[in-house]
């Protein structure tokens, strides 16, 4: 079955510039989506900011910089927050059941349907289930442009992203760098149009074993079976 959903990575860059405008203390972004083997997930969002700007961001609007967030994030968001040296490091979590549901509230920022999208194929093959995730993510400056406010203008030449898949079982194909059997990433420049995507499997181990079993029982009992009626006809 595909699922499809409207709300790609390029959205929460977009994000991320609508509620923090002239962000220069922006130290990092990092961007990952993490599917479940029941397609249900997860959107994080790692990103920090210098302590500087957080202050300022929070003395414009009279809020707790997390509290702006959820104001614009699904009802389910979570966000937890430290510090370090100068910096403070937000880590945003989107959970959701079905893919297409990541997240409604951002589809109005696209000009056309067809701008960015992501998909999730899922195929189960009894003794395994192929996942396959796509995602074509838009950082061309004439498509950002597009879409951010004309009062806004954010300095994001020197921005770059760092985006990771987690996906059940095992990575077979994928267009980024694996890190690991199920982690995928991609480094990520402004200005570019990136197609993401990851394929895997997972096997079912535990009926691969279970048939095994069967087999070897379902086997001896032929054995015995045949040893048994050979064994009769010789006594007769």
């Known amino acids: 079955m595909a699922l499809k959903f409207k709300g790609s990575l390029t959205l929460f860059c977009i994000l991320i510039l609508f509620i923090l405008p002239g962000c220069v203390g922006l130290k990092s972004l990092r961007v990952g989506t993490k599917i479940n083997p029941d397609c249900s997930g997860k959107r994080v969002i790692d990103l920090a900011l210098e302590k500087k ?34 910096y403070i490091y937000y880590t945003i979590t989107i959970p959701f059941k079905k893919i297409n549901e990541v997240p409604d509230q951002f589809s109005g920022l696209l000009k056309n349907n067809g701008d960015t999208h992501a998909s999730l194929t899922y195929k189960d093959q009894i003794f395994a289930i192929s996942y396959d995730l796509k995602e074509e993510i838009n950082l061309k400056k004439a498509f950002m442009d597009s879409i951010v406010p004309e009062s806004i203008e954010p300095d994001t030449g020197s921005l770059d992203i760092e985006y990771w898949t987690q996906v ?12 690991t059997a199920d982690t ?53």
């Open 53 to 86: 700007v957080v202050a300022s961001i929070e003395k414009e609007n009279g809020t707790k910089l997390e509290a702006h967030l959820k104001r614009k994030l699904p009802a389910r968001t979570n966000i937890k927050k430290h510090q370090k040296n100068n």
């Open 168 to 179: 059940p079982g095992e990575i077979r194909e994928t267009s980024g760098t694996p890190v």
């Open 184 to 236: 995928a990433i991609w480094k990520l420049k402004t200005d570019k149009t990136y197609k993401i995507r990851t394929k895997s499997l997972l096997i079912r181990w535990w009926l691969v074993a279970l048939t095994g079993i069967a087999l070897l029982v379902l086997i001896g009992s032929i054995g015995v079976g045949l040893i048994r009626v050979k064994s009769s006809r010789e006594q007769t």
